[in-house]
């Protein structure tokens, strides 16, 4: 089994971002949300909220979306150019995408490309709320364990360090940079 991260790794560029900004240009309603969304940005900045926090916050401009599913379709199928070619000629059938990103928007890109499965961040599509932690970091381990046992990562890759715990699980990892797959740096 090959396990990916997906924002900067399999995708160009980070798809919670760019559905954020699309959000504004797409649903303008959207823009009533910049005032909070700026206020918990400030907080977090000076680490006087957690960045669970801030992201539900930011994501509370869904509240502001009457036709979350419509939308996320419409991103989704518009963004599918943001597949990397090398992800598309290495994809196996068994492939597990794993992502800090919300699950709705990384399942919908997975379903059209044919990945089919994957874990990511639990956000309520219509409040922006989590329901528990953020897939990050350890994170990925604790849900890939829970799901998998001691399954086996042949290969692992991701743009992040932060990835480390999964990439410590894996037989092999690679760290994504561009188009560039690089072997993951041997900690010091």
Avoid at 20 to 31: D, G, N
Avoid at 67 to 87: G, L, P, Q, R
Avoid at 96 to 114: D, H, M, N, Q, Y
Avoid at 155 to 174: C, H, M, N, Q, R
Wanted: charged content about 30%; overall charge negative.
């Amino acid at each position: 089994m090959n396990v990916y991260d997906w924002d900067n790794t399999i995708y160009r560029g980070d798809s919670t971002f760019g559905f954020v900004r699309w959000l504004y240009i797409h649903r303008p309603k959207t823009l009533l949300s910049i005032p909070r969304t700026a206020f918990f940005g400030l907080l977090y900045g000076v680490k006087a909220v957690k960045k669970l926090t801030f992201k539900e916050n930011l994501y509370h401009m869904f509240t502001f979306v009457d036709d979350m599913d419509a939308a996320v379709e419409e991103f989704t199928s518009s963004h599918m150019n943001h597949i990397k070619d090398w992800y598309r000629e290495a994809q196996k059938d068994d492939d597990l995408v794993i992502s800090a990103s919300p699950e709705f928007l990384i399942r919908s890109f997975c379903e059209k490309t044919g990945i089919d499965t994957c874990m990511a961040s639990e956000v309520d599509i219509n409040t922006g709320k989590y329901n528990g932690l953020n897939c990050h970091g350890k994170e990925k381990v604790r849900r890939f364990n829970e799901l998998y046992g001691t399954k086996e990562i042949e290969k692992f890759y991701s743009d992040s360090l932060s990835d480390s715990p999964l990439a410590e699980i894996s037989k092999t990892a690679y760290l994504v940079k561009g188009d560039e797959l690089k072997p993951w740096p041997k900690e010091k």
